[in-house]
Structure formats: structure tokens, C-alpha cells
């Protein structure tokens, strides 16, 4: 794990020390490497652990608190300190940030300010402006056509990446109206994506979690709200907020947006470090990608992230060639999927993951090459992509249609 900040904390009472403890063994971004209750000792255990930031507790005595704080600063320089009390009187946080606080936060502490203060305090330790302590990867999944099995995707890459113990992994569906990543994984979840939004300012750790479904494969999922007349309270601003927490808990976020490329889509592309774009090798669905393409690219920052991922392959032999798809599409294809239409039904009726139900299957094999190339451990498809031509002929209509389109689109 690299720029993990590494965490001392001191609080005399065991009430708040245990709240702040649990909270921060939640976090991906810390690592809680020592714990103290009395003020006079924890020089010593700074010493000792050399964390990156110390964590004092105000109430139980402000004034030895307060020194504890300037003799830190002398004692241990490279040691950020981060005071913390259930007053906000003015003068408290004012000798506290004068005896050497970075940061002041105000109990009970909300996660979100936690994680921000923390962020800062990272930033300042590892430079760069991502903040977070391990980089969280987020990957959104979006169709260029209904039915090209983004869902599948979507939670099939999820539970392959929360195979690995040492990965956290989040499911959010985001398909609002009509998303059904819960059935894919045979769950009723007690709370969704509109309970989460709506606390956000007064979510902890425990109660984010709480909000998550965990299924057997160990992937947490946030469902789409149950609702339709709630969809609407769901906006990029109260968005961002969530994915703020969900980034500071876990270590992969797999999004599956909607079909209709809205607004909350368009944050969660924002949010994304990959946007795999699920195509199948079929007119309509070519023909929704280019057009696409077009406008997705002109958005700062998100044609690099675009990936192609070809689903279904071999499903036909009407099916365009992969070659031609490329040319037409003007961009590598990053992976392949191939169709698998027994093994698909099976674990849909069952609703178990494919891991689960077809351990061996190329297709279950095909998402794990997936995940490990968006943990840039192998090369894309694109590279080699010939070599899985399918071999099915294009159609007449097809590759005529196919030849209208410039190449560089
Ligand atoms: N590689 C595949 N082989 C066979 N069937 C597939 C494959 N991928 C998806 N499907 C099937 O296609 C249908 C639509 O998939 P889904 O994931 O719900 O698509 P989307 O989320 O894009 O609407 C489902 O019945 C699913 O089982
Ligand atoms: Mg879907």
C-alpha cells in the first residue's frame, strides 16, 4: 500500500478514542499504527511509531493537550498533528493551531471532514493532488446500446476484483430508473443510493457500510433507489459527495450508469479513471458508438479514458469483424468477452456471480484478463486483437455502412 498515512492517536477518554478508532480502521487512506490514552506518554509512542500524523484529543485536559501539541512540534517535526474537540470556541482552536495544529476538527467528526482534513494533510506529505492515501480505482461501465451487458460487466468485474483480499470493492448502480445489479446478485438491500445521498453530511464509516449490501463474494453494492420519484433527488453535486466517501473506503468502485448518458452519468465519467464503453458487433450498436465517440471526446479529459470493450463475441456469424469495428471506431479495442449464452443464463436464473457458477469458462477467465489489465498487469486487446478476430464475415449492409464513416472517427 503506498501513501498510506500512518496514524498515532492520543485521547484520554475511551468513549470518543474508541469512536474515532473505529472510523479511522474504516478508511483505505490510514493506517491506525498506534493508540495512547494518556497525553504524557505519547511523545514516547510517536517516538517509537513515527507516524505520519498525530491525532490529539482536547477534552479530556486542554492545557496538556495544548502543550503536548508544542512539545510534538519540536519533538517531532515530520509528525502533521491534528487536534480534535466536541468545543469550537474560537480561542481553543486558535492556541491549538498556534502550539502547531495543521488541522482543527470540531467532535463528533463527520467522515467527510475527516477525510478532507486527512486529504490535506496527505497532499502536503506525498504532494500531488489526488489526496487520497492508496489511489482508489474507479471504473464506470457504460453500453452504447440497451442489452450489451453492462450489467454483466459491471458485477461480474466487481466480484472478480473483490476476489483479492487485499481489494475493497463498491458496486453502485447507477442505471436509476431501471437498474438491476441487484438481481444479478440475488439480494433485497435494506437501503440504496437515495438513503446514502440524503445522510451524506452525517454518514460515518460504520453507517456508510451499513448502507452497502455485502454480498458473499465480498463485493458491497449501493443500489439504484427504489423509488422513481426519488431518482430525481439524486444530482451530480450530492453525487460527488458519495463517491468523496466511497473513494476514501474502498479501493475499487465498478459504476453501471444508465443508457441515457444524463447528467449523473456524466459525473460518475468525471469520477471514473476508466469509462469501459460495452459495444457488441452489430450495426446499431457501432453506429450509437461512433456517434458517441463524437461528442463523449469532446469533453476534457474523458476521451482518454474511454475503453472499448467488445462483449459477446462469436455471437453470430452476422456479427461485424473485429477489424472492421476498429478501423470504424478509430480506437483500439481494450478487451473481448466472449459470447456464452448458456453459462449467462445460468448464473442470471441463479443470480451468483460468474466466479461462482463457471469458475473455468473463457468468459469468467475474459473478465479476470479484464480486471488485471485496468490494474495495468497486462497488455490491452487492442494490441493483439487480431489474433480473436472472431472470423465471422461482416455483413453487405454492414461493411457498406461501415465504409461511410471516415477512419479517424
Ligand atoms: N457475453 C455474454 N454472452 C451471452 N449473454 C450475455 C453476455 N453478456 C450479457 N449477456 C446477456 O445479455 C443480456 C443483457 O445483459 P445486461 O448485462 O443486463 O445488459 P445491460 O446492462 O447493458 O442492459 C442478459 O440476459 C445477459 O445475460
Ligand atoms: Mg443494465
Redesign the pocket.
Known sequence: MSNVLRLALVDPQDGSRETLKKMLLGMDMVWLEAECSRYEFFPDVVAQSAPDVGVVSLDSDAEKAISLLGRMRHEAPDCALLAVSSSSDGQLILQSMRAGAREFLTLPVSLEDLMAALNRMSETKFGGTSGSGRATRVIAVA?AS????????AVNLGCVLAAHSENTVALLDL?LAIG?ADVFLDTIPDYSLIDVTQNVSRLDFQLLKRSLTKHSSGLYLLPRPVQLQDVSLITPESLRRVFGLLKATFTHIVI?VS?GFTETDLAAFEFANDVLM?VQLDLPCLRNLVRLQMSLDEIEGLGEKLKIVV??VG?ESGQIKLKKAKETIGRDVFAQ?????R???E??NNGVPLLEQAPKAP?TLAMQTLANQLSGNVDADGEDGEEKENGAPATAGASSWLNFWPKSR
Not at 146 to 153: M, P, W
Not at 337 to 341: A, E, Q, R, T, W
Open positions: 453500453g440497451g442489452g450489451v451487458g453492462c450489467t454483466s460487466l442505471d438491476d453501471d443508457k460495452v462483449n459477446r455471437l468477452i466472449p459470447n456464452d449464452y453459462t449467462m443464463v448464473v442470471r468468459i
